[in-house]
């Protein structure tokens, strides 16, 4: 069975800062990667899609990387700001689950001005 | 336009009440999907339609009743409901269900509370 671990589950950095989210599978047999934003009691945007067989996506300040061997991602996001506090979830579309998406638990990340 | 639309926001029933949720989108997607969130857990999936038929059922009570009466629309039917079942309801669509490479986009969800 799929499991999706991020880690840290909660951030908390200056403004201007760089950071890097961390997302890890445990069944490296998947179809694509997806990262979502979150605002609170807000629904999910999606912010990149990385497909198997690619290595990284970029949109904006926002860049995903996918180790797929590894069972790994990364979401680095450069030069944070206020606008960018929210939960980030990761979430897998397995080979073995029916294309189903398995969820993180989101990384909470709080961009202090 | 990416849009999934959700009504209502909010809505609060009672144990014995009959209410649906309603999900909207325009863009031709042929998949679309009920997940359920609670609090500070990521969603959980409910049911997928695909081409308007019931493609997955993951184990829902059957207090929970979906309908997908054209392309465009999905209903989640709510029925004797229990106070655990208060959530986030998160309608989502994609373009098919069993094509791997596609994304998948959420609407802003319905806050349901059972009282």
């Known amino acids: 069975k799929q499991e999706v671990t991020q880690i840290p589950a909660a951030l908390s950095v200056p403004e201007g800062e760089n950071l890097v989210l961390n997302c890890s599978f445990t069944d490296s047999a998947i179809y694509n990667l997806q990262w979502f934003r979150q605002d609170p009691g807000k629904g999910l945007t999606s912010l990149l899609l990385?497909?198997?067989?690619?290595r990284e996506q970029t949109s904006g300040r926002l860049n995903a990387s996918l180790d797929k061997s590894s069972g790994r991602s990364t979401l680095y996001i450069a030069a944070s700001q206020p606008g960018d506090s929210a939960t980030y979830l990761c979430a897998v579309k397995g080979e073995t689950s029916g294309s189903r998406l398995t969820f993180g638990e989101g990384t909470q990340l709080t961009v202090n001005p | 336009d990416t849009e999934v639309t959700q009504t209502p926001k909010h809505l609060v029933m009672g144990m014995t009440n009959k209410k649906s949720l309603k999900c909207e989108q325009h863009m031709g997607h042929r998949a679309m999907y009920w997940y359920k969130q609670k609090a500070k857990k990521p969603p959980e999936l409910m049911f997928v339609?695909?081409?308007?038929?019931?493609?997955i059922n993951e184990s829902v009570p059957s207090r929970f009743s979906p309908e997908c009466p054209n392309s465009s629309l999905l209903n989640l039917h709510l029925h004797a409901l229990q106070p655990e079942d208060s959530a986030l309801y998160l309608c989502a669509s994609s373009q098919v269900y069993f094509v791997p490479g596609n994304t998948i986009y959420f609407g802003e969800g319905s806050w349901l509370t059972v009282v």
């Open positions: 990385i497909q198997s067989s690619q």
């Open positions: 339609y695909s081409y308007e038929k019931l493609s």
